[in-house]
């Protein structure tokens, strides 16, 4: 077999070159249309009936360069192109290229992309929830009282970290922007400017929690839960010192997925939540501890996962403990980029928070129960977390890319909505039945199993729909169709705010609360979907100036 060359002069470099995308493209699994440069004409016929890549690939001056080998018949099929032949000898021919060998790589290698681009994503969602679960299943051993205390204490320390989450998506657009620039120091300005922020953040948080902590954790729970707000003032200023932490492990974290690397905070997670979990059985169920055991635990895996990753991120040749400060510019340019996630996360974290605060009035086993299904709930929708990350790094190719169809970022977006059908009807079928047949597994009392057994149904409802919504709201924020998902947002909160409190007032008790969270996910789901099969909406308009198309800046 010989290696032959599509390229005219010189007749020996065997080179397909290939335009890289340049540093405001996004990456694509797909091959829509390539252009390939050739060094002169060529105008007669040729038949490529083999397209074979040499491994590996190499990158030379700004092009992505591959061999092709194979022997080139003309189109009578019997005549091969030599090497050393000059480009007089194939005079008259045109390049054909199965165009189909480019665009349609095999669906295996399509799935491998999406999940090495999205499974660190999961571990970012999953660490959180699953730690508060892991204290949720020892605790509820124990005491029904601090099992009921964990309510108000996750929602001061998991859903209040939600609100930063923010640093995460700026860091990894800078990032990943800055590293097709290749410029290594922009890359590492922008990771001190972005550790500094974060770490201001985890300070603040950090005295926030220590000296009005009692009085928020009283104003949510009541007065008169008295048991309650002192277990749950012990949860929250033992986590509590772990803010500066958490924090800075997320920048760093997120720093590392703007780099393409999953391994090093896919370790950290997994020996964070080790820790955790042998933490808690042993603080909490050998040595006693309670409710400050599983605090510690959680604390003490939260520290090491940050200093894991700040360990990864200065392995790949960048100091993790260089801190800047940042320019006013830089800082509004940090909230310009996090703007829409910003207003997502403030109203799940508010409705979530309304959901706890109307099971606390209702008794310490409704409260109970309430905090076993919340946390099921929260550790199974993060699942779906990353078809909202592949469709934010996937669609704006099609959208607005170079090489632009709607048509493609309509198929797309039917593929993801499957999936997410798909993974919604398994999370919802698996995490109904773990509380409904295992319920032993979070608390042996019954009066708390009777009431977990009550929102069975809705819990189902809300679960199966939301992996298909993070799609459709990760596609809209693909378009940057960022007025409408704010305002979708905030008016969700707010119906489902006024349905919560009509439910309550009514005395529906805790089913009340699950069908409030219900008609939430629900209005999500076909706000998004109306919005983008609309014929003005972004799959279907051919005028795109009418939106926002925001374009990453280097800082």
């Not at 199965?98 to 660190?120: C, D, R, V, Y």
Request: charged share 15%.
């Amino acid at each position: 077999m010989q290696t032959k060359t599509l390229i005219a002069h010189p007749p020996h470099s065997c080179l397909l070159q290939i335009p890289t995308h340049s540093s405001r493209s996004k990456p694509s699994l797909f091959f829509s249309n390539p252009s390939l440069s050739f060094t002169s004409r060529v105008t007669h016929t040729l038949r490529l009936p083999k397209l074979r890549f040499s491994a590996p690939v190499r990158r030379r001056n700004g092009f992505a360069t591959g061999c092709i080998s194979e022997n080139l018949e003309d189109s009578a099929g019997n005549r091969r192109v030599e090497d050393g032949e000059d480009d007089a000898s194939v005079s008259g021919e045109v390049v054909e290229v199965k165009k189909e060998e480019l665009e349609n790589p095999s669906l295996w290698n399509q799935m491998k992309e999406i999940a090495m681009f999205t499974g660190p994503a999961t571990g970012l969602w999953i660490c959180g929830p699953l730690m508060s679960l892991i204290d949720t299943v020892v605790i509820g051993q124990g005491s029904s009282i601090e099992l009921a205390a964990l309510g108000p204490g996750t929602v001061m320390c998991d859903y209040m970290s939600y609100v930063f989450m923010f640093l995460s998506i700026a860091t990894s657009n800078m990032v990943a922007t800055s590293l097709a620039r290749q410029d290594k120091n922009e890359v590492q300005h922008q990771i001190s400017n972005l550790l500094f922020v974060g770490l201001t953040c985890g300070f603040l948080m950090l005295l926030f929690t220590r000296f009005f902590g009692s009085w928020a954790l009283t104003a949510f729970s009541g007065s008169k839960n008295v048991e309650l707000i002192s277990a749950a003032n012990t949860y929250v200023q033992i986590r509590g010192l772990a803010w500066p932490a958490l924090l800075v492990g997320w920048v760093t974290q997120s720093a590392s997925l703007g780099m393409k690397d999953s391994w090093g905070p896919l370790k950290a997670l997994a020996v964070a939540s080790a820790i955790n979990a042998v933490g808690d059985v042993l603080l909490c169920s050998f040595l006693g501890y309670g409710i400050a055991g599983a605090a510690w635990a959680t604390m003490v895996s939260q520290v090491v996962a940050g200093y894991m990753m700040i360990e990864a991120l200065n392995n790949k040749g960048y100091n993790g403990y260089a801190i800047s400060v940042p320019s006013s510019k830089e800082l509004l340019t940090v909230l310009g980029l996090a703007a829409p996630v910003f207003v997502t996360m403030m109203s799940k974290v508010a409705f979530y928070s309304l959901l706890v605060y109307f099971a606390t009035s209702m008794g310490t086993n409704t409260m109970a129960a309430h905090q076993v299904m919340i946390q099921t709930f929260c550790m199974c929708t993060v699942w779906g977390e990353p078809l909202s990350q592949t469709a934010q790094s996937f669609m704006p190719e099609f959208i607005y890319g170079v090489n632009r169809s709607l048509a493609k970022a309509r198929m797309l977006l039917k593929s993801l909505v499957i999936i997410g059908a798909i993974l919604g009807s398994v999370l919802g079928i698996i995490g109904t039945c773990v509380p409904w047949l295992f319920p032993n597994i979070f608390t042996p009392d019954q009066k708390i199993i009777q009431e977990m057994h009550k929102v069975l149904i809705p819990y189902f409802l809300a679960l199966a729909v939301t992996p298909p919504t993070h799609s459709l709201e990760g596609t809209l924020l693909a378009g940057r169709d960022l007025k409408f998902i704010s305002l979708s947002m905030s008016g969700c909160f707010s119906l489902g705010g006024l349905l919560l409190l009509l439910l309550s007032s009514r005395g529906y008790g805790l089913a009340g609360c699950w069908w409030a969270l219900v008609a939430f996910q629900w209005m999500r789901f076909f706000l998004s979907l109306r919005r983008l099969i609309s014929p003005d909406g972004i799959l279907f308009s051919e005028d795109m100036s009418r939106y926002k198309l925001e374009k990453l800046r280097a800082v």
